[in-house]
């Protein structure tokens, strides 16, 4: 059976904490009761508060809970849920460095391979265990700046509600502690088990499903106060505004004028007005590539760009790839696929190491990935772009097919395509159509390669130009013809 800990300490919501309990327990019970297909009748998961010393904690007001077990009596669990905390006197979560022993005590539990939440500023506490280090994450949207400015490692998401990377939850909200009981109950014991659980606790299966929401009713802008008040001001007021709003209007919307905007923002982020409007437009199309399957084209509009050529501009300067890349990029790394995707590259989306090893290639190099509806590439090295005159953001997330243009009707790409469907290596010729529209002769090779497991990564398809071999060939047949003719 699951084992979900509810991390106790000082300081820390007393209705996250309580409520915490009670959702999972009441959704316990619904799931255990539940008969449905797909659902065992057993206990899906039991539920441990724990805390430092086992002692009760006290939330600000004053207010003691009781827990069942010290941090130290916790030797294995499935699941850690970090409640947020209540803010300061400033507005912003506590100094983290007060809770070293927890910290360590989560980063233990991660790397025993336990899922480890934080809802709001909860999130804080994963920073200050190191988990956050190199993860896309997220938090409360007012303490974006405080979070990125205490952990300069961490890749943190601004305005998404909930972000999975590599068994590191966040949410966004002092009451996001629903949306992560709900998501780990998902991770844990299945879709199934989850709508049950939602269906029962919070009387809407819609949460499990990924359906929008409206945002929350409640505003903070007065809980941050000081330099950082200015970013997280302006970074709002950015959001909310349309494609046409500009540097000066963002002075004016902040009260102040041109001038002091420019000083204001290089001082706290180095940027220049244009720069810092562009980078936040850019985090929101991130977090839209991330969260929706919507395509390219409509992102560019609902992140705040006038037209998808400056959206995309604009993106590779910040993100370093193109938007289908980063879709990609960013799946494989939340399904964790090995090492290949750890870090990210100026324009591509492999090692630095293997993109220098299979650029040196003089044949082409791609990988399509499985998991992706119709086997888009998702990684081409530069003999590619050579040998075919594409650039890589017209390669990276299309089905290699497209070199095919009109010339559909060949004997190689059926035996291709069965191959592709049974897994199986295999090496065709097929006539391919480089972007100015000239025929070359592709030897085509297509490896599977699987994991430890057996699991289906990704294809490797490596490309050799037999053209200049092919076009001898028919001269040499030519001249035999020739000859022939002339013995006769
Ligand atoms: C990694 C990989 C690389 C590929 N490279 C090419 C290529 O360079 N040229 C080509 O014509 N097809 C290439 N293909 C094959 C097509 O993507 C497609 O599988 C083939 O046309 C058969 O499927 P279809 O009949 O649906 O088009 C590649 C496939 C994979 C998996």
Same mark, same amino acid.
């Given at each position: ?33 539940? $008969? ?61 460095? $007060?809770?070293?022993?927890?910290? /360590? ?74 949306? +992560? ?118 992102? /560019? ?160 398809? +490596? ?8 076009? /001898? ?16």
């Amino acid at each position: 059976m699951r084992k979900i800990v509810i991390a106790g300490l000082n300081e820390c919501l007393g209705s996250a904490f309580l409520g915490l309990t009670d959702l999972l327990a009441l959704a316990r019970r619904a799931i255990a009761r539940t $008969r449905a297909p797909g659902l065992s009748a057993e206990d899906p998961f039991y539920v441990v508060a724990a805390s430092a010393n086992g002692e009760p904690i006290r939330d600000p007001t004053g207010a003691s809970f009781p827990v069942a077990a010290s941090f130290e009596a916790i030797a294995t669990c499935d699941a850690i849920i970090v409640p947020s905390f209540s803010p300061d006197e400033d507005g912003k979560p506590p100094d983290m460095s $007060r809770f070293g022993a927890a910290a /360590a005590w989560l980063r233990r539990h991660h790397s025993r391979g336990a899922v480890i939440a934080g809802c709001g500023s909860g999130v804080f506490l994963l920073g200050e265990a190191g988990l956050l280090d190199g993860r896309r994450c997220t938090t409360s949207w007012w303490h974006h700046e405080e979070l990125k400015q205490r952990y300069a490692r961490i890749d943190a998401a601004w305005g998404a509600r909930l972000i999975e990377d590599r068994r590191v939850v966040t949410a966004a909200g002092p009451l996001s502690w629903i949306d +992560v009981a709900l998501h780990l109950i998902r991770t844990l014991c299945g879709v199934d088990a989850a709508r049950v659980a939602a269906d029962f606790t919070v009387g809407e299966a819609a949460l499990v499903k990924g359906a929008p929401r409206s945002p929350t009713a409640y505003n903070a802008t007065t809980l941050n106060e000081g330099a950082d008040a200015f970013l997280t001001e302006a970074e709002r007021i950015i959001r909310q505004s349309d494609s046409s709003f500009n540097a000066q209007e963002l002075a004016r919307a902040l009260s102040t004028s041109e001038r002091t905007l420019h000083r204001r923002l290089k001082q706290a982020s180095g940027e220049s007005p244009k720069s810092f409007i562009d980078r936040i437009r850019v985090e929101t199309a991130r977090m839209l590539l991330e969260t929706s399957a919507r395509p390219v084209k409509e992102l /560019a509009s609902s992140a705040g760009f006038a037209d998808e050529a400056s959206f995309r501009r604009a993106f590779r300067r910040v993100a370093g790839m193109a938007p289908s890349a980063y879709r990609v990029w960013a799946r494989a790394r939340s399904q964790n696929k090995g090492q290949l995707f750890a870090l990210r590259k100026e324009t591509e989306i492999i090692p630095k190491m293997l993109t220098t090893m299979f650029d040196a290639c003089v044949n082409g190099v791609t990988l399509a990935d499985p998991d992706l509806e119709d086997l888009p590439i998702i990684y081409a090295n530069r003999p590619f772009t050579r040998i075919t005159g594409y650039e890589l953001d017209e390669i990276i997330g299309r089905n290699c097919r497209f070199l095919q243009a009109d010339d559909r009707d060949q004997e190689g790409r059926l035996r291709l395509r069965e191959a592709i469907g049974n897994r199986e290596q295999v090496e065709v010729t097929l006539r391919n159509y480089r972007k100015d529209g000239t025929l070359f002769h592709n030897r085509l090779n297509i490896t599977p390669l699987f994991d430890l497991n057996g699991r289906l990564l990704y294809f490797l398809g +490596v490309q050799y130009d037999i053209s200049a071999q092919v076009e /001898a060939e028919l001269e040499i047949g030519d001249l035999k013809g020739k000859l022939m003719s002339l013995k006769d």
